[in-house]
């Protein structure tokens, strides 16, 4: 005979993993985005994912105004492996309640930090968040206090990058940018401190969001931005591929992988690359990729014209 509390636990288990519902997640996917687990799936090794607090939901609002309570409050946390390393990651579900942060959502971001800087491993955000949920107020300004107070913490100590997966305003913006490393979705990512409509309300300026905030903003005009993607799978493959040059914190070495390229092969190309006449340019990248061990120069051509 099967425990009851076991039954009560796989439904729990099983409520989890809707997130917002089957018709926000078909939102979801109908815009051409990935839900918060899928992202997870394509990030970390396959079958190293440990979940935490996933039953966490909010409080109860004085006001009433909170209506929808969701298992996990809108933010999947844990940690797993990439290429055999550990990580702790959180990534924000835009199903439910479009991410925004509340209370108990900053709790699980800020503890999940907090393990991260402990153990001496990288933290990953997956960002897709409308910014502070409005319903609680002074609670979900407070959350991201802490947030930003973790990340100034971390800074030189663990590294800390930021996936930026849909449209991020107010303190979803804030976070990322105090981060070491933030990748982008080409007409998917955007950042910015409010949206296009209080701008419009406040300035009388008509702005776009991609104007605003978009990836080609802040990978060629701010800097806010270092890697510039065509879609969610490239922009996790990146992440991957970064984690690969990094140290875990600051008191260890960058992995050591074995070099295929020989030390004292020569390019002739590099003779030619470098004009006489100091008048005429040419692209640095063209020394590089043939200096550094072949394939290992990691970069994102914008494309942007």
């Not at 209506?67 to 999947?76: A, L, N, Q, S």
């Not at 999940?112 to 800087?117: G, P, S």
């Not at 990322?176 to 933030?182: E, G, N, R, V």
């Amino acid at each position: 005979m099967t425990d009851p509390r076991l039954e009560t636990l796989a439904q729990w288990r099983q409520e989890a993993l809707k997130g917002g519902g089957p018709e926000r997640v078909a939102r979801q996917h109908k815009k051409g985005k990935l839900t918060a687990r899928e992202r997870i799936s394509l990030l970390l090794d396959d079958g190293t994912f440990h979940e935490l607090e996933p039953f966490v939901t909010a409080r109860p609002d004085e006001m009433g105004l909170l209506t929808e309570r969701y298992p996990g409050d809108g933010v999947i946390t844990g940690y797993g492996q990439v290429n055999g390393r550990t990580v702790y990651l959180y990534a924000q579900d835009f199903t439910v309640l479009g991410g925004t942060l509340g209370e108990m959502h900053a709790q699980k971001i800020c503890r999940v930090m907090d393990l991260a800087l402990r153990n001496g491993t990288p933290i990953i955000g997956l960002i897709d968040s409308g910014g502070a949920r409005i319903q609680e107020g002074v609670r979900a300004l407070h959350g991201y206090g802490e947030v930003f107070r973790r990340n100034a913490t971390a800074s030189g100590v663990i590294p800390q990058i930021s996936v930026m997966l849909g449209p991020c305003a107010g303190g979803a913006s804030y976070s990322p940018a105090m981060t070491d490393f933030i990748i982008m979705v080409r007409k998917q990512s955007f950042m910015f401190i409010t949206g296009p409509d209080v701008v419009r309300a406040v300035t009388g300026e008509q702005v776009d969001v991609e104007t605003l905030g978009g990836s080609r903003v802040h990978n060629t005009i701010s800097g806010v931005a270092h890697f510039d993607t065509e879609s969610e799978a490239e922009a996790l493959a990146i992440c991957r591929q970064l984690l690969s040059y990094l140290p875990s914190n600051n008191v260890e070495n960058p992995p050591h992988i074995e070099s295929t390229d020989d030390p004292w092969r020569m390019d002739q190309e590099l003779n030619d690359i470098v004009p006489l006449d100091d008048t005429v340019p040419y692209d640095m990248r063209d020394v590089l990729h043939r200096v550094v061990d072949q394939g290992t120069f990691l970069e994102i051509q914008s494309g942007w014209a």
